[in-house]
C-alpha cells in the first residue's frame, strides 16, 4: 500500500549530481498507523485508513479513543482514507508504513489545503480586469462589472465568479517528483510547491497521472 499523511516543513534547495539547483518542499511523512481497513460487504467501498501525529489522549474524545484501542494503537490526532482497488489490501489493522514506501524518482500526488487569503475581489480571486481609469470613473475601477442580463432570464446564473472567500481549501498537485527519500529521519523532498501552509496536513499518494513506463 502505497500512500503517507505527512506534514509540511518548509521549502529549501538541493543540488543534484550536476550541480543543478532543485527546488524541493520538505514534508515529514509518517510513520503512518494502519487503524481500520474497509471493506464492500461491510462499509460499501475499500479503502485504507491511516492514523499520523501522536498526542495526549486527553486531546481525544473517547469515541477516538475507542476506535484506536482496538487494534492497540496510540492517540492519533489525524485520521485519513486512501481508496484503493478490491484485493488490494496488503497490510492488516495495527501495521506501521513508514516513508521508504516511496522511492527516489517515483511521481507522486499531494493533497493539501491551501492558504486561506481572506475576503478577495474579483480582480485577485479570478485574475479579472480592472475597468478603465479615465470617463469619469470614481470608485468603479476594480470592480467586477455587470452580474446579469436584462429581462432574460432576469438573474444572477450560479457560479457567477465573484468576490469572496479565496483559498483555505482541498487543493491536489499532481505528478510531482520524489527527489529524496531519508528514511531515517521520516523526510521526503518533493520537487516544487506543495499546497498549504508550514505544518499543514498533506497526503502523498501515487500520481494518477504518470508516464508508465
Not at 120 to 132: D, L, S, T, V, Y
Not at 192 to 200: A, E, R, T
Amino acid at each position: 500500500m502505497k500512500g503517507m499523511i505527512g506534514k509540511k516543513v518548509g521549502m529549501t534547495q538541493i543540488f543534484d549530481e550536476q550541480g543543478n539547483v532543485i527546488p524541493v518542499t520538505v514534508i515529514q511523512a509518517g510513520p503512518c498507523h494502519v487503524t481500520q481497513i474497509r471493506s464492500k460487504d461491510k462499509d460499501g467501498y475499500v479503502a485504507i485508513q491511516l492514523g499520523y501525529w501522536e498526542t495526549k489522549p486527553q486531546r481525544l474524545t473517547q469515541g477516538q479513543l475507542g476506535h484506536l484501542k482496538r487494534n492497540n494503537l496510540p492517540a492519533l490526532r489525524v485520521l485519513r482514507e486512501f481508496r484503493i482497488k478490491e484485493g488490494d489490501a496488503d497490510v492488516a489493522e495495527g501495521d506501521q508504513i513508514k516513508v521508504d514506501v516511496f522511492n527516489k524518482g517515483e511521481r507522486v500526488d499531494v493533497i493539501g489545503t491551501s492558504k486561506g487569503r481572506g475576503f478577495a475581489g474579483a480582480i485577485k480571486r479570478h485574475g479579472f480586469n480592472r475597468q478603465p481609469k479615465t470617463h469619469g470613473q470614481s470608485d468603479r475601477e476594480r470592480a467586477p462589472g455587470s452580474i446579469g442580463q436584462r429581462s432574460f432570464p432576469g438573474r444572477t446564473l450560479k457560479g457567477q465568479r465573484m468576490a469572496g472567500h479565496m483559498g483555505n481549501e482541498r487543493v491536489t498537485t499532481q505528478n510531482l517528483e520524489v527527489v529524496l527519500v531519508d528514511a531515517e529521519r521520516n523526510l521526503l523532498a518533493i520537487r516544487g510547491s506543495v499546497p498549504g501552509h508550514k505544518n499543514g496536513i498533506v497526503m502523498i499518494k501515487p500520481s494518477v497521472k504518470a508516464r508508465k513506463k
